[in-house]
């Protein structure tokens, strides 16, 4: 009787870990939609001050870098730096993001954070609301986003020098 109760219990554990590792499919951008803005950024559990959480985003006209903390927020506050940028740097922007650098965003690859490494995201916005976005380990990026990833470093530095503060 305890042997069957306990593979009971097993059958039932399993079944719900896997459903609850299943992810839900992201919802498909429509063939009229267009980009409208582009997201980077990374986190860590063990860390503090502003390593913790740092977010950049960019759209037409501008790009905005936010670093901000997940505790002490009166010691560290949110640090936000605003900048325009060129018509030019949005189209490059667009450039690098091909079909390929779509077919990356994925959600997940592996298990980011896992063992308390730093995790890098980037997500992409369309214009009738829907989003794509990929979740990797520092420098596990997916090779068919390289591109987008420098453009937005290369911007990022041109425009945002004092963008991530240090404690």
Sequence with gaps: MRRRFCTLLF???LTIG?????????????????????????YAGMCYGYCVREETTIKPGSIVAV???????????DVKVKRKITKEDWEGLLHSIDAPALAAFIG???????????????????????????????GNAPPAIAGLLQNMKTMSEARLPQAKPHP
Excluded: M
């Design 108 to 138: 997940r690859i592996g298990c980011p954070g896992c063992a308390d490494e730093l995790v890098e995201w980037v997500e992409v916005q369309f214009s009738d609301g829907t989003k794509k976005s990929v979740f990797f380990n520092e």
């Design 67 to 77: 670093s901000r903390t997940f505790s002490e927020k009166r010691k560290y506050p």
């Design 11 to 13: 059958v039932v554990g």
């Design 18 to 42: 896997s459903a609850l590792a299943q992810q839900a499919l992201p919802p498909r951008a429509s063939p009229t939609a267009h980009i409208v803005r582009v997201r980077t950024g990374s």
